[in-house]
């Protein structure tokens, strides 16, 4: 079966930087747009940011955020700079089929999911 982890989670402070990792089994990333997704307690899940099969990566946190591929090794990665306490969620990495632009931010086009990944930083 398909199936995503997430790892690289932890506890962080203000300012501090994570980097997140989805390993995928039974599907190739490469061929799938692979967002990032987040829900803190009380919230809905909100798009992060999302790798495009073919290239391009976009994010929703005005830069501090950055998402890549590692084809040879079948991973993608959240890389999370200058922390905030608002950034404390849960994380999760998911893949869908190629994407239209408009798609890539609704996780109802997104196929296959992640367990989650709890990231808290701290002030």
């Known amino acids: 079966q398909e199936q995503l982890v997430e790892s690289g989670g932890g506890l962080v402070q203000a300012g501090g930087s994570l980097r997140l990792s989805c390993a995928a089994s039974?599907?190739?990333?490469?061929?799938?747009?692979v967002g990032w997704f987040r829900q803190a307690p009380g919230a809905d899940r909100e798009f992060v940011g999302v790798?495009?099969?073919?290239?391009g990566s976009q994010d929703s946190v005005k830069g501090r955020f950055t998402i890549s591929r590692d084809d040879a090794k079948n991973m993608v990665y959240l890389q999370m700079n200058s922390l905030t306490p608002e950034d404390t969620a849960v994380y999760y990495c998911?893949?869908?089929?190629?994407?239209?632009?408009?798609?890539?931010?609704?996780?109802?086009?997104?196929?296959?999911w992640g367990q989650g990944t709890q990231v808290t930083v701290s002030s």
């Open positions: 998911a893949a869908g089929g190629p994407l239209s632009s408009w798609q890539v931010t609704n996780e109802r086009q997104y196929k296959y």
């Open positions: 039974a599907l190739t990333f490469s061929r799938y747009d």
């Open positions: 790798v495009r099969w073919r290239g």
